[in-house]
């Protein structure tokens, strides 16, 4: 900060503004290639996990799901995922054009994301770790009040790109509803339980009628 008050730098591309021109610059900009490498891969993978965890949940349709390991669990691949995140992606670029209306959604889209994981935070610490409800309010209080002043401030961008993922919520939590089994490996649609999730958490088999739960 005080290098730019100092006004030497530009605020244009503040990463790279703060080397020196030569080597390091372009090595701080193969740093950032990687970093972005890195992210990208770790947003797929989630992905994956979000996906999955969802159709156990009963609020997605089944879709393929491929092991790539024989002795870890968690390692999945999902090529209808995979090729959504693809299409998504290259949609994005073709609508934006330029990385200042990606930004402002990346950072309304992450601070959104946030907040809901806060709110989750308390209902996990109250009834899945069992919390008192004081502990409770007061973690999720901290958390929330953190998350809101940062949404509010990326509230402002929302002419210039933020509305993205405003618009794409509606379409995302809106699904065709998941039909009712009682063949094992078929999640069960509807409201899930307490127990229930304890039981995914655990990798044991739900509580709830006709449902199984963590399976494939």
Not at 186 to 203: E, H, L, N
Request: charged share 10%; glycine share 8%; hydrophobic share 50%.
């Amino acid at each position: 900060g005080a290098y730019f008050l100092s006004g030497r730098g530009s605020v244009t591309n503040p990463f790279l503004a703060i080397a020196p021109e030569g080597p390091v610059r372009y090595g701080l900009l193969v740093l950032s290639m990687l970093a972005a490498v890195i992210a990208s891969q770790a947003l797929i993978s989630g992905a994956f996990s979000l996906t999955r965890a969802a159709i156990n949940l009963g609020l997605l349709p089944r879709v393929l799901v491929v092991h790539t390991s024989s002795e870890v669990e968690g390692q999945i691949y999902m090529p209808a995922i995979n090729w959504m995140l693809w299409v998504g992606c290259c949609a994005l670029v073709l609508i934006f054009r330029t990385s200042s209306g990606l930004a402002a959604a990346y950072g309304l889209a992450v601070m959104g994301v946030m907040l809901a994981t806060s709110i989750s935070m308390y209902y996990v610490t109250r009834y899945l770790w069992n919390w008192p409800a004081w502990r409770s309010y007061a973690v999720a209080a901290g958390l929330i009040s953190i998350d809101i002043l940062f949404l509010s401030a990326c509230v402002l961008k929302l002419p210039d790109g933020g509305w993205m993922p405003l618009a794409f919520r509606p379409s995302a939590t809106t699904s065709a509803p998941v039909r009712t089994s009682s063949t094992p490996g078929i999640a069960r649609a509807g409201a899930v339980s307490i127990d229930t999730m304890r039981a995914c958490a655990c990798g044991e088999r739900s509580t709830q009628p006709q449902a199984w739960f963590c399976a494939e």
